[in-house]
């Protein structure tokens, strides 16, 4: 999924097998085009930068984080001889896509995903071992480790991230005053941004305390989850094969949100809100408080006077959920050389500052956490502080027990928040059963 | 031809001479063209059709993942495997009642149109345009166009009920199951009233006004006329209908899987969704071309059913 999905989610699905082709044409072309490194996974005698030699890369990223895939591209192209060429995917047809290429050993020298598919990626082999050309980088340490984390396999590094997605809180200045409450003063544990809530509800009008996707398994995730890791609880076990849901931590979130529902603080539309829409509603300027995508920050109405701030549990701490897109070289390129070259690029002080920074988003390193375009913007150094702190859960089967809009997650959610919490039980259980498989 | 008396003089007799050889050749390039001819249909039959039918069903007996692929032969793993899932049985039920509820609403209205527009006035011809017009959004495109009017919070209708002073609370049109359906239901018969209108349309203007002449002669009511002329003389039309309709409503997907991705709470899976989880949410394409089997295999029957059904009273 995730946040940023929200954005194209819901967007048009079909030519499936048009795409297909056009796809496949794309590749062939690619195919024949340049020559270049001869890549063995471990970067050997060519350096931590790979090689800028004229190689044609081709590239794939999915239409909800193409945005930032574009940028990034257009700037390496301006400035190398390697030349990137950038094919965006629907969303929704990402996983097919690749599926299909993977099959077909037609992947793309270059492919990003979204980070809680990765796992997916890398024990079925399909991304190239960078292990050691990370290694190699003089800021190694400072990546945001929790999407290198995410793309260990078998402890053999595959992805760097490419773009930052974290669920913060925002809250809206202008409300907070005319409820009397201070304007800069973000709630600082999850039983205040519930009275916070409450108090913006009660200007009444088309005001309402807070919202959130409530038919949307992947928002709960990414909104919730945090208030759990804050409080030092745990969602899965070490290797994704198990559920810990049934935590206080956890059950303490419902309840807090249960309460919310139930008193109508909540903004209409949250019921049948499946994610496509749900990060449309805050900018509105009619929502007092919610957690919502970092990577909305930079979409926000001018003026809208709103802050950023990190999540926080149930009895305080603050944790977020590190979402976004990891990218690395495919396994069957064979210009990884000059594949590394981008990927390295990326992570530069350059690249993390003229593109990233500057367009608003959040940086991927923290040793960057502050800098010349952020400081003019408070809430991004907020972001961008989290970062190192946020947390990306690990599992194989992460989509199918979490994502899925007719799976056990979603159903415990709606049951726990909009009805009485019964089925608890039997929800876990299944949720274990897809984990385990 | 003059001095041949063995042969009858015929007025218009069929080319001349060719005899033996030339003509069997004449036969043969003839052969030859034809084949010509319908070799790009059956290479595309055979390309887009038949190869991925037998893929689906190799599909279907094999271990096959999404990104790891053909891990070989498992059956009948992925069939018996089918019935476990939670979501098979109440999908099937869904799936039928949105079937029934379309046909008999969308068909009726159709009928109803395509009586209203059959003479051709200029009003009439306004009133075909209008109805037909939707038919030329695609199902994707019109599903978004509803998910925005539905939406409570950017969509129209709710603002517009309340400076009515209709309503207070804003409507709910995908919340609840019920509402979610008939939603969904509304938006089909919008896309496709006017498609069923045109098929009906053809097949009544098809009847002779004859018929209709000499039923009023014999002192037959309208509804008399409706009844006994229309309805039998329609019956292939409204079998075309009938057939294209219930097909397209049992491979629902594109309208769920944009309006309510099968909610709230899971009470509008149809079939077609849980192939599509299957196979991207669970990565299984072989339990997903199992499925696929078997819904081929379900249609394939009922089509030949309501063919035979259909014709049999011909």
């Known amino acids: 999924m995730f946040p940023n999905t929200q954005h194209t989610r819901g967007r048009v699905r079909r030519g499936f097998t048009g795409a297909a082709f056009v796809a496949a044409a794309v590749v062939a072309l690619a195919g024949c085009a340049g020559g270049g490194g001869e890549g063995q996974g471990g970067g050997g005698d060519v350096g931590p930068e790979g090689l800028d030699d004229g190689t044609t890369l081709s590239m794939w990223t999915r239409a909800a984080t193409q945005a930032q895939s574009e940028a990034f591209v257009e700037a390496y192209n301006a400035s190398h001889e390697n030349q990137v060429e950038l094919t965006v995917i629907p969303t929704d047809d990402y996983q097919a896509k690749v599926g299909a290429a993977a099959g077909a050993q037609n992947l793309p020298d270059l492919f990003a995903a979204d980070v809680v598919f990765v796992p997916n990626y890398t024990s079925q082999g399909l991304f190239t071992d960078i292990t050691d050309r990370i290694a190699s980088l003089d800021f190694a340490d400072d990546i945001v480790q929790s999407h290198i984390d995410v793309g260990t396999y078998e402890d053999r590094q595959y992805v760097l991230p490419h773009t930052m997605d974290l669920s913060v809180m925002f809250w809206n200045k202008t409300l907070y005053e005319q409820a009397g409450l201070d304007p800069e003063a973000p709630p600082t544990t999850l039983e205040e941004f519930a009275e916070q809530a409450r108090a913006v509800d009660a200007l009444g009008g088309d005001v309402n305390g807070t919202f959130f996707g409530g038919n949307c398994g992947g928002c709960a995730v990414f909104t919730w989850w945090p208030s759990v890791w804050a409080d030092g609880g745990e969602v899965l076990n070490e290797e994704g094969t198990e559920a810990t849901l049934d935590t206080p931590e956890m059950e303490s979130v419902f309840e807090i949100w249960r309460g919310l529902v139930a008193d109508d603080v909540v903004a209409p539309g949250f019921r049948e809100e499946t994610g496509a829409t749900w990060t449309g509603v805050f900018p509105e300027g009619n929502v007092g408080v919610m957690p919502m995508p970092s990577t909305t920050i930079g979409l926000m109405p001018d003026d809208l006077d709103f802050g950023v701030a990190p999540l926080p549990g149930v009895e305080g701490g603050e944790s977020t959920f590190v979402g976004g897109d990891s990218i690395g070289i495919a396994a069957s390129s064979e210009k990884a050389d000059a594949a590394w070259n981008f990927l390295a690029w990326t992570m530069s002080d350059e690249a993390q500052l003229e593109v990233v920074a500057q367009n608003g988003d959040v940086v991927a390193r923290s040793d960057l956490a502050s800098n010349e375009y952020s400081d003019a913007d408070p809430r991004l150094v907020t972001a961008n502080e989290i970062a190192a702190e946020g947390r990306t859960p690990k599992s194989l089967r992460f989509g199918e027990a979490f994502n899925d809009p007719n799976g056990p997650w979603l159903a415990m959610v709606r049951n726990a928040v909009l009805e009485d919490g019964g089925e608890f039980d039997q929800r876990l259980e299944e949720i274990d059963a897809i984990l385990s498989q | ?314």
């Open chain 2, 1 to 314: 031809m003059t001095t041949d008396t063995s042969t009858p003089p015929v007025a218009a007799r069929p080319e001349p001479a060719p005899r033996g050889r030339p003509r069997r050749s004449l036969h043969r390039r003839r052969s030859v063209a034809g084949i010509a001819f319908a070799l790009p249909t059956a290479v595309f039959v055979l390309l887009l059709f038949v190869l991925p039918l037998f893929t689906v069903g190799q599909m279907s007996l094999s271990e096959w993942t999404l990104l790891g692929g053909n891990l070989g032969l498992n059956a009948p793993d992925n069939y018996s495997d089918l019935w476990s899932s939670p979501l098979l049985w109440p999908s099937i039920g869904f799936t039928l009642l949105y079937t029934g509820i379309v046909t008999v609403i969308m068909l009726s209205i159709a009928l109803g149109i395509a009586l209203l527009v059959q003479e051709s006035t200029r009003w009439t011809s306004f009133l075909r345009t209008a109805v037909l017009v939707p038919s030329a959004l695609g199902l994707a495109s019109a599903s978004l166009l509803f998910f925005g009017l539905y939406s409570p919070n950017i969509g129209p209708i709710t603002p517009a009920l309340q400076s009515l002073g209709l309503i207070d609370e804003a409507i709910s049109f995908l919340g609840t199951p019920q509402a979610a359906l008939w939603s969904t239901v509304f938006l089909v018969i919008w896309r496709f009233t006017g498609f069923y209108m045109l098929v009906l349309l053809v097949g009544l203007q098809g009847i002779s006004l004859d018929v209709y002449e000499a039923g009023r002669l014999d002192g037959a009511s309208r509804w008399q006329l409706f009844r006994d002329i229309t309805l039998p003389l329609l019956r292939p039309s409204i079998a075309l209908s009938l057939i294209l309709c219930v097909t397209g409503s049992l491979l629902a997907f594109d309208q769920f899987f944009i309006l309510t991705r099968g909610g709230p709470d899971n009470s509008t899976v149809t079939v077609v969704q849980l192939i599509y989880r299957e196979a991207f949410s669970s990565f299984d394409l072989g339990g997903a071309a199992a499925l696929s089997v078997v819904v081929l295999l379900v249609l394939v029957v009922l089509n030949i059913v309501q063919f035979r059904a259909l014709r049999s009273t011909d």
